[in-house]
């Protein structure tokens, strides 16, 4: 079973400030996707990354996928009081040319943005 | 369009007793999966129905847990009997599809908060 390591845990921050959060780990990802959750909700998708390398951007949003596709993270710019959550990473289990449907999420990061 | 819902959002019970939790996902998705979240854990995967079969229920933590998916609308979760480490939030979420990179995103319903006392 593939284990996503997110870092950090906990982040508590002023508006305006930038801000990174990472997902590791040791077995290669087939595909990597950032969720969003608030409280009483369900997580949301924001986006998913397939190619090692890629980024996209989702607004003040940067998703980075690291070239050994081991690797990712999420930065914020100018962090607002409305982009705090709870932010965490999923993968889907790829082996043998089959694709599995189940998601894998790493331990989340709690952001709290303060006005 | 409705999103994924689940009943109820909250369920206290006592140990030893039965509870049943439904999923409805979004209308027209095969793919229903359920998940779990216990306190200071990461969210876990449970187990995955394509229209009314079990796809992969590998994450299925022992036999007091059952699902169902009669007819392959909604989906049923029962605990029997209840332990105190079944309490947690308990996710469906519902895709189209769950092969490749396409019609694959999988869409969450608010979870149920089951406390076990």
């Known amino acids: 079973t593939q284990l996503l390591e997110q870092s950090p845990q906990f982040l508590s921050i002023q508006e305006g400030e930038n801000l990174t959060v990472y997902c590791n780990s040791s077995s290669v990802f087939s595909s990597l996707q950032w969720y969003r959750q608030e409280p009483g909700e369900g997580p949301v998708l924001l986006v998913t990354?397939?190619?090692?390398?890629e980024v996209k951007k989702l607004k003040r949003l940067t998703f980075q996928f690291g070239d050994a596709r081991k690797d990712s993270s999420l930065h914020i710019t100018a962090a607002q009081p409305g982009d705090t959550g709870l932010y965490l990473c999923?993968?889907?289990?790829?082996?043998?040319?089959?694709?599995?449907?189940?998601?894998?999420f790493g331990q989340g990061t709690i952001l709290t943005v303060h006005p | 369009e409705a999103g994924v819902t689940q009943f109820p959002s909250h369920s206290v019970i006592e140990k030893g007793q039965t509870v049943t939790l439904r999923c409805d996902p979004i209308?027209?998705?095969?793919?229903l999966y359920w998940y779990r979240r216990v306190m200071g854990k990461e969210i876990k995967f449970l187990l995955h129905f394509v229209k009314e079969s079990k796809q992969d229920e590998s994450g299925m933590p022992n036999n007091r847990f059952l699902a169902e998916r009669t007819g392959g609308t909604y989906s049923t979760l029962k605990v029997q009997p209840a332990e105190l480490e079944d309490s947690g939030v308990y996710f469906c979420?519902?895709?189209?599809?769950?092969?490749?990179?396409?019609?694959?995103?999988?869409?969450f319903g608010p979870g149920t908060r089951l406390t076990v006392t």
């Open positions: 999923a993968s889907r289990p790829y082996a043998g040319g089959t694709s599995y449907g189940k998601l894998t």
């Open positions: 979420a519902s895709s189209l599809a769950y092969k490749g990179t396409a019609r694959n995103e999988q869409y």
């Open positions: 209308s027209g998705h095969d793919n």
């Open positions: 990354v397939v190619t090692g390398g």
